[in-house]
């Protein structure tokens, strides 16, 4: 028995077990496991889901998880928490990334950017936190504050994520898991930002539920309770006009596929611009010449540009004229720059008309850093040479935001808001071209390159959050899929499935009006960036006072 003890004191002896016993190593796994919860919200990749995957539910419970984790805990641990935290959410969400490359490097690279946001935001709450009123439990208002200051500091780190640097990453935020919760109609009031501040919001609440049961404060427990079902409850009251206001139009939506070897299906001339087109005779089969006002097409339909190859205008054109209506096509336009002399690209978004052939283009305003363009290549390329693998940048277009297509039901030029592919995630880039007067969104994107990844499921969440946000249907036109047309309400009416040649026809109504959103603009973004380094501020000058005076106080 003595010899049986003395081993279990050598045991606890060895560094190993001293490193498991710590409870910050704990801490940490759980903040690893809090943001797993997190992606587990999002939707799910197209080769399969996990069990619950997809319910939106649990993004508040990840983030009460993580905020719990944080309490009375120091900055540089907080900080930490946060990196774990981070991990668990962007590695496996961002992983599209490792797919569309062929390599892991720029995943690890993006993710890595992304979890630098989240110890910033765990350094900033452990300081906000600090503060002594924030820390008292005999305030009744106290965890209100918390749970304010909380959500005002993630929406904040959210914001600036989402626009900073060179733009910034919009995935990931938590109104993008939330396109099924019943709060989604807040969305047209404040924008994405608002619907992930109602997110943000139950996840704190939930975690000060949790620290008070913990404590027996069960009035607490009943004021956070009753504060997390307002939150729940107000935004589903919010009235939300969803019906046509200039008449419908009648679109169809195609989906031509692209061989799952995609790159080599590129560099055959022609095949993918003639997939498009007999997944347009399809159509036209359904409907009759001249059964639809536009037929779209994705982006990267054609895979020559028919403004300067022949053959792949004689394909439009052909398609063009059989359905009896003008065709939106996708092109790259190669071109010279002047001031620099080099080969440049753009992403255009074409106008075909069956009588007059090429006509006006939406250009690409947000092209993707290290996907479509390399910024700062020189110095890039003496950590990775896989920046070589983007030979030519595709520059930012200079345009406007809408397409005006003459439609035929209208008997008028009917003005089109414009995203390509990532641009959906933005609510910037289809502001404008709703206040350009675009009565329907239009997103034609190229999901080719990341095969069975959660990427398409997530853009199609984004363009259902965003058709709340700006009170537009949105029609979603992808070479390999998911095509959707998605109601003004943020409800999916149509959708096709991934690798297969479909087309979507649908009368989709046209609005005029601007949702409260977009008449704000930046500005909720703006001041919740700004109130959230305000706060940031007072966190870490009060508790470095704070901390002094009470080191001053056991000297003495």
């Not at 989240?118 to 600090?130: D, I, K, N, Q, T």
């Not at 733009?167 to 989604?184: H, S, V, Y």
């Not at 071109?335 to 620099?340: F, G, L, Q």
């Not at 329907?440 to 984004?462: D, K, M, R, Y």
Request: with cysteine.
């Amino acid at each position: 028995m003595k010899l049986h003890k003395e081993q279990h004191r050598d045991i606890r002896r060895q560094p190993l077990f001293g490193v498991l016993r710590q409870a910050w190593l704990w801490r940490s796994l759980l903040a690893l496991v809090a943001g797993l919860l997190v992606y587990a919200a999002f939707p799910p990749p197209l080769s399969g889901a996990l069990p619950l995957q997809g319910s939106w539910w649990l993004a508040p419970a990840g983030v009460a998880l993580w905020a719990a984790l944080l309490r009375d805990t120091s900055p540089l641990r907080a900080a930490g928490l946060g990196s774990c935290f981070g991990l668990g959410l962007f590695a496996p969400l961002l992983h599209f990334a490792a797919v569309a490359m062929g390599n892991p490097i720029g995943w690890i690279a993006l993710t890595a950017t992304e979890l630098i946001y989240l110890a910033v935001l765990g350094l900033a709450w452990a300081f906000v936190s600090g503060l002594p009123r924030m820390r008292s439990d005999a305030l009744w208002w106290a965890s209100f504050a918390r749970v304010g200051a909380f959500t005002l500091l993630w929406c904040g780190m959210e914001e600036l994520r989402s626009s900073w640097p060179l733009g910034g990453l919009p995935f990931g935020r938590l109104a993008f898991a939330a396109a099924d919760t019943p709060m989604l109609p807040i969305a047209a009031y404040g924008g994405s930002i608002a619907l992930t501040a109602c997110l943000a919001c139950l996840g704190a609440s939930l975690a000060e539920v949790v620290l008070a049961v913990r404590a027996s404060r069960w009035q607490t427990v009943v004021q956070m309770l009753a504060s997390g079902l307002l939150v729940m409850v107000l935004p589903t009251l919010l009235p939300l006009d969803t019906q046509a206001q200039a008449g419908t139009l009648r679109v169809a939506a195609v989906q031509g596929n692209v061989a799952e070897d995609f790159e080599d299906a590129f560099n055959r001339a022609l095949e993918v611009t003639t997939n498009h087109l007999e997944a347009t005779r399809s159509v036209v089969q359904e409907t009759g010449v001249g059964g639809v006002d536009v037929i779209i097409w994705p982006e990267n339909s054609a895979d020559l540009d028919p403004r300067d190859e022949p053959d792949a205008a004689a394909v439009v054109q052909e398609a063009a004229t059989t359905a009896g209506a003008p065709v939106l096509v996708g092109a790259i336009r190669y071109v010279e720059d002047a001031a620099s002399g080099r080969t440049v690209r753009y992403n255009d978004l074409l106008l075909w008309d069956q009588e007059q052939g090429a006509g006006e283009y939406y250009r690409k305003h947000q092209p993707v850093p290290f996907a479509e363009y390399i910024p700062w290549r020189g110095s890039v390329r003496h950590i990775t040479t896989q920046v070589d693998r983007i030979g030519i940048d595709l520059l930012p277009g200079t345009g406007g935001h809408t397409l005006k297509v003459r439609a035929a039901s209208q008997d008028r030029e009917v003005p089109l808001a414009v995203g390509i592919c990532f641009e959906v995630a933005y609510d910037s880039a289809l502001r404008a071209g709703v206040r350009e007067g675009g009565e329907l969104i239009v997103v034609p994107t190229n999901n080719a390159s990341f095969l069975h990844s959660s990427e398409p499921g997530q853009q199609l969440a984004q363009g259902r959050v965003q058709a709340v946000v700006h009170g537009r249907a949105v029609v979603q036109a992808s070479t390999v899929g998911i095509t959707a047309i998605i109601n003004p309400a943020g409800q999916v009416e149509q959708s096709t499935k991934a690798y297969t040649q479909a087309g979507l026809v649908a009368e989709v109504p046209l609005r005029t009006s601007q949702t409260w959103a977009d008449r704000l603009g930046r500005w909720p973004g703006i001041l919740l960036e700004l109130g959230a380094a305000a706060l940031a501020l007072t966190g870490i000058v009060g508790t470095t006072i704070d901390v002094i005076a009470r080191r001053r106080a056991r000297r003495r």
